[in-house]
């Protein structure tokens, strides 16, 4: 159990509800990274966290979104307001540090479907 | 802004024959470079990367990839495809700048019996 791990693995809501995705970072990473995979785009970067502070929040698509990270660990994904457009998978990774010099370690991904 | 181009999202080879996924970059300033796979149901891995020193770079599984700065690429390859090399692979650029790295979107490879 030394990976990333998120939950839930999948996640199927209605559109207009609100959802939380979670994030299980390897012990002892301070960096903590959120994409969005969506068919056919490649990995958009969301949000990063180095300890409990998110110094660059550019890539949240819009201000339904948000996320935490407490205790330098566990972090929160969260949509409010669900639409039909947030359907993708999540991906959490996880490094050391900050930096190019130090390797992401991914999750396997939440798949949010919102219908 | 930095950005990748990955030319082909699908890429089908024969068991056996050369592997080549192309990836062009964009960057102002010196890059690093990756190339990542994503096995099915599973999430991205570091095949390898580019981080200034040898241009050839060689990765896990066999693969390798070449930084060429003329023609802003860096092309991953493998000499003798293997079943077990079907996935998804994207390649990412980050500047020394900040501590984003931006991806392709992404070759699908299909490994052909």
């Known amino acids: 159990g030394a990976g990333v791990s998120q939950s839930p693995s999948n996640k199927v809501t209605e559109k207009g509800k609100d959802v939380e995705l979670r994030c299980d970072p390897i012990?002892?990473?301070?960096?903590l990274y959120w994409y969005r995979q969506s068919l056919g785009q490649g990995l958009e970067f969301l949000i990063y966290f180095q300890g409990n502070s998110a110094p660059d929040k550019s890539g949240l698509p819009s201000d339904r979104f948000s996320a935490e990270r407490t205790g330098g660990s566990v972090s929160t994904l969260t949509i409010q307001r669900t639409q039909q457009e947030d359907s993708a998978v999540y991906l959490c990774?996880?490094?050391?540090?900050?930096?190019?010099?130090?390797?992401?370690?991914f999750g396997p991904g939440t798949r949010l479907t919102v219908l | 802004a930095q950005s990748v181009t990955q030319l082909g999202s699908h890429v089908s080879v024969s068991e056996g024959a050369l592997v080549l996924l192309r990836c062009n970059y964009s960057s102002s300033v010196p890059p690093y470079l990756f190339w990542y796979v994503q096995y099915p149901n599973q999430g991205l891995q570091l095949l390898l990367k580019?981080?200034?020193?040898?241009?050839l770079v060689k990765g896990i599984n066999g693969f390798e990839a070449e930084f060429k700065k003329s023609e802003t690429s860096f092309h991953l390859t493998k000499p003798s495809a293997h079943m077990s090399d079907a996935a998804e692979y994207f390649c990412?650029?980050?500047?020394?700048?900040?501590?984003?790295?931006?991806f392709g979107k992404g070759t699908r490879l299909h490994i052909l019996p």
């Open positions: 012990s002892g990473h301070t960096a």
């Open positions: 580019y981080t200034s020193a040898a241009t």
């Open positions: 990412a650029v980050s500047d020394k700048r900040d501590d984003k790295i931006i």
């Open positions: 990774a996880s490094s050391l540090g900050l930096g190019r010099f130090n390797e992401q370690f």
